[in-house]
């Protein structure tokens, strides 16, 4: 009986120590295998961030997309690498998966309908990177498209707020897109007093647009009466100018027309002037170009 234990006792120390020769290595090398996957990975993400960004070909809205699929790509095949060396069988490991599918698609629906999302923002393209957005439903949802990726993008509110927003929140509503077109138009509404010559009003305001080199010269500036009143007569001046410039001429046009047509008026009477296109509550008014 003693001889018996003994004996398997031996068969189990050297089942053990086979087992050890044999998996410690494995497991080891899979470990290995995946941190310098991990490490490539990132370092190879960037570098082809990095690479794209340098060919004025590529649209910027590609360089983090391209730069997270390279990266978890990479992981992703270490992933089975490292499997393969501790004997696990892939082809079992995607039957496995292949039968919990259904309730993995359960259980990530929201991340899964995120990268729906980005790819769908990615073919139809929009927005692009540094373009300010608004989402029509949803208030204080504005901001510069700073950064986009698999499942979100990162805006920049025009006072400098961080947001942080999933790509299903930007496919599934309604998009405003500010900075899309080349052009943008400033509609000024002005009330002048009806003893004021209306050509000497016209002509000084298409000289005042004809200076400022940030308005648009196609199309050109119009100035028309909208409507003759019995003291007064309402006058419309629409003038366009690029979305890069439109931020400012909205904060200092106004007052620029409001002094130019009160040293018109001086001794005919006051002068109104009200902003129509873009409204007050544009929060691109406030920014930069």
């Not at 068969?11 to 087992?19: E, G, K, M, Y």
Request: aromatic share 8%.
């Amino acid at each position: 009986m003693d001889f018996l234990s003994a004996t398997n006792l031996t068969s189990l120390v050297n089942n053990i120590l086979t087992l050890l020769i044999t998996f410690v290595p494995r497991l080891l090398a899979a470990v290995i295998i995946l941190g310098v996957a991990i490490f490539l990975a990132r370092r190879a993400g960037r570098a082809a961030s990095s690479l794209m960004g340098r060919a004025r070909h590529v649209d910027p809205t590609l360089l983090s997309i391209v730069g997270d699929f390279i990266r978890y790509s990479i992981i992703v095949f270490a992933l089975l690498a490292a499997l393969e060396q501790v004997g696990v069988r892939t082809t079992s490991l995607f039957a496995v998966l292949g039968a919990a599918g259904l309730a993995i698609g359960l259980a990530l629906q929201g991340t899964l309908s995120n990268i729906a999302a980005g790819i769908m923002l990615l073919w139809l393209r929009p927005f692009g990177i540094g373009d300010y957005v608004e989402v029509n439903n949803v208030p204080g949802l504005a901001g510069t498209i700073r950064q986009m990726g698999l499942f979100t993008c990162q805006l920049e509110a025009f006072d400098g707020l961080f947001l942080f927003v999933p790509n299903s929140a930007l496919w599934n509503v309604p998009l405003r897109n500010y900075s899309r077109n080349i052009g943008r138009l400033v509609s000024l509404g002005i009330t002048l007093p009806a003893k004021l010559d209306l050509e000497r009003a016209r002509a000084s305001l298409l000289e005042l647009a004809a200076k400022d080199e940030r308005i648009a010269r196609h199309p050109a500036p119009v100035v028309f009466v909208e409507r003759f009143l019995a003291d007064s007569l309402l006058l419309n001046f629409r003038v366009w100018a690029a979305h890069v410039h439109i931020g400012a001429l909205q904060r200092d046009f106004l007052e620029t027309v409001r002094n130019t047509l009160a040293r018109l008026a001086a001794d005919a009477g006051p002068v109104q002037v009200v902003r129509n296109l873009p409204l007050d509550s544009d929060p691109t008014r406030l920014m930069e170009g």
